[in-house]
Each structure stands twice: as structure tokens, then as C-alpha cells.
């Protein structure tokens, strides 16, 4: 759709940022497209055509290192219950197998085995097809809509499949950020990427199997998914299992 001076905001650029840069660190998004944005922005309000407004930049790696809680990701599986049920399917993929976005949306009847609770990923960023496993709660948000007899498991909400295009992903950002704004979360902070950061946290917390995490991760490098996995509180496999997330802990 058109996009108006007026319509954009910080939460604008953080779903401009899901889809456009959903890996690259702070000051590639800052240069890229929050200084060029706010440059628009500030020559538009200087001859009196918007409203000024301040465009915040991010800092470090604020977003990158955030993940959720499960409380938290409880409270948005809720929220996209009640305003986006059609987007449940990705938060589970994305949750439980710390898929990318695009890799969610992607995934095919053909490639899915709920039986042994695995998903079959042929196209991925780096190259390099996985195998990912998936907790039972993950297989209950894939399920909570109805599975198609072939095809893509997630679907738009007039049950169409999404069409995939480069650094896709983008096509459930809305929705995305809309849920996560009714779980009372900061939708400048929790984008579909951070349930990527939030698996590779709660999978090594629980696991601790850092070949486990770098193979269904899909890694190449011990460095990158070491920036992944964050340092987490000693209860939280405990948390993790109470809400049916459990990711084979011994």
C-alpha cells in the first residue's frame, strides 16, 4: 500500500526493518534507512508538509539481543489468538525451531512430519537444507489452524499460501507487530527475528548442546550462534517445560 509522511513512525521502521534488514546489525539499519528516512522526514516538516517527529536510532545491538521470556511469548500466542490466529502457525516454527521468517512461511506439507514432530527445510539463507525438531507446543500452534492436504502449512487469513520472494518473510510483519502490541510488548523491540534469537536462548538453556543449536540453527559459524544464545536465568528450562516447551533436556 501507500505509505504516507504522516504514517511514518518508529513502529513503521520496525517493521520496515523486519523486512528489509532482519539481520544486520545497528548501524547498517541506522544508515540504511533510519538517517536517510528522518532526512525525508525533517526536510518535509522544515516547509511545513508533516509533523516533525523524532526517528530513534538503535543503538548497539539493542535488538538483536533481546528475546522473550516464555511469559512473554505466552503473551503474544495469546494476543495473535485473539486479532491473528492465521499467523499462530509461524510463531510455532519460529519458536521451536528458531526458523527465519521467510524459512517459516515456506514450509511444506510435504516436509513436515508431525509424527516424529520434524520439518524439513530445503531453501535456507546460507545454502544449506536442516532438519529442525519441534516441542510440542510448537506442533500445537501448528495445528491450532487447519493443516491443507499439500502445500504451505501457513496461509494468509483467506487461506491462500504466501508467496515467497527474496528476504521474504515481510508478508505477516503487520500482523506480527499488531499482536505484539495487544501483549502489551514494544513492537520497536519484538520483531519476527527475535523469536529466532529467543529459540537459539531457550534451546541452549535447556540443552545445552551447542552442535544441536548450531546444526538446527542452521550455522555455519560457532561465533554466530554464539551471538544468538544469551545468557539466561538457571530456572529457565523449568519455566520452558511448564509451558510445554521442552527442546529434549536430559
Known amino acids: 500500500r501507500d505509505t504516507l509522511l504522516s504514517d511514518i513512525d518508529n513502529a513503521a521502521i ?49 535488538v538483536r539481543t533481546r528475546w522473550l521470556t516464555p511469559e512473554e511469548a505466552e503473551q503474544l500466542i495469546e494476543a495473535a489468538a485473539e486479532g491473528a490466529p492465521h499467523i499462530l502457525p509461524a510463531i510455532g516454527l519460529m519458536l521451536g525451531a528458531g526458523l527465519r521468517s521467510s524459512e517459516a512461511l515456506g514450509v511444506d506439507m510435504a516436509h513436515f512430519y508431525p509424527a516424529t514432530g520434524e520439518a524439513w527445510i530445503p531453501k535456507t539463507k546460507n545454502g544449506e537444507p536442516r532438519m529442525v525438531r519441534l516441542p510440542s507446543r510448537a506442533l500445537d500452534l501448528i495445528r491450532s489452524r487447519p493443516l491443507p492436504d499439500a502445500g504451505a502449512i501457513c496461509r494468509s487469513p483467506k487461506g491462500r499460501a504466501y508467496v515467497q520472494r527474496e528476504n521474504g518473510g515481510g508478508q505477516i510483519s ?74 529434549g533436556a536430559t
Open 14 to 62: 520496525a517493521e520496515a526493518e523486519a523486512v528489509l534488514y532482519p539481520e544486520a546489525a545497528a548501524a547498517t539499519v541506522n544508515r540504511q534507512l533510519i538517517v536517510p528516512i528522518s532526512a525525508v522526514v525533517t526536510m518535509a516538516a522544515d516547509e511545513g508538509l508533516t509533523e516533525p517527529r523524532r526517528l530513534k536510532r538503535r543503538k548497539g545491538d539493542r
Open 174 to 247: 503487520t500482523a506480527f507487530a499488531n499482536a505484539v502490541t495487544r501483549a502489551g510488548l514494544d513492537r520497536n523491540e519484538i520483531t519476527p527475528h527475535v523469536l529466532r534469537h529467543t529459540w537459539a536462548t531457550w534451546y541452549y538453556a535447556q540443552t545445552h548442546d551447542f552442535g544441536g543449536l548450531l546444526d538446527i540453527g542452521g550455522w555455519k559459524k560457532s561465533d554466530m550462534a554464539q551471538r544468538y544464545r544469551k545468557i539466561a536465568p538457571s530456572d529457565l528450562p523449568d519455566r520452558l517445560q511448564a509451558h510445554g516447551w521442552s527442546f
